[in-house]
């Protein structure tokens, strides 16, 4: 059941990184701290590729903050396409959960 699980981790980590960056820039360290404490497990190469390709696809925005740990770091954020496709994702997830609650009922 564990793999079955795992699958479906797989497909939600998109719109989980979405969510974890409504409302506040983060860096992707913050990003994969968030998701962990949520106890969606994710691994940095993972996150970072998909965050790189959200950001290729117009879905997020990015500005270089100074850091007072070290280098510079990439704070991302939903852009307007993004917050679009995050309240798609929702929708359509509620959706499901309901679908689910209801059959066989």
Same mark, same amino acid.
């Given at each position: 059941? $564990? /793999?079955?699980? %795992?699958?479906?981790?797989?497909?939600? +980590?998109?719109?989980?990184?979405?969510?974890?960056? #409504? !409302? $506040? /820039?983060?860096? %992707?360290?913050?990003?994969?701290?968030? +998701?962990?404490?949520?106890?969606?497990?994710?691994? #940095? !190469?993972?996150?970072?590729?998909?965050?790189?390709?959200?950001?290729?696809?117009?879905?997020?925005?990015?500005?270089?903050?100074?850091?007072?740990?070290?280098?510079?770091?990439?704070?991302?954020?939903?852009?307007?396409?993004?917050?679009?496709?995050?309240?798609?994702?929702?929708?359509?997830?509620?959706?499901?959960?309901?679908?689910?609650?209801?059959?066989?009922?």
């Amino acid at each position: 059941m $564990e /793999s079955k699980f %795992a699958a479906m981790r797989r497909g939600m +980590l998109e719109p989980v990184v979405l969510a974890a960056l #409504d !409302g $506040e /820039s983060r860096y %992707a360290g913050e990003i994969a701290q968030l +998701l962990r404490d949520a106890q969606f497990p994710v691994q #940095d !190469g993972t996150l970072h590729p998909l965050l790189n390709r959200l950001r290729r696809e117009g879905l997020l925005t990015y500005e270089w903050r100074e850091s007072p740990s070290g280098p510079p770091r990439k704070y991302l954020a939903l852009s307007d396409e993004g917050r679009a496709q995050l309240a798609q994702f929702r929708d359509y997830f509620r959706g499901l959960a309901t679908m689910i609650e209801s059959i066989g009922r």
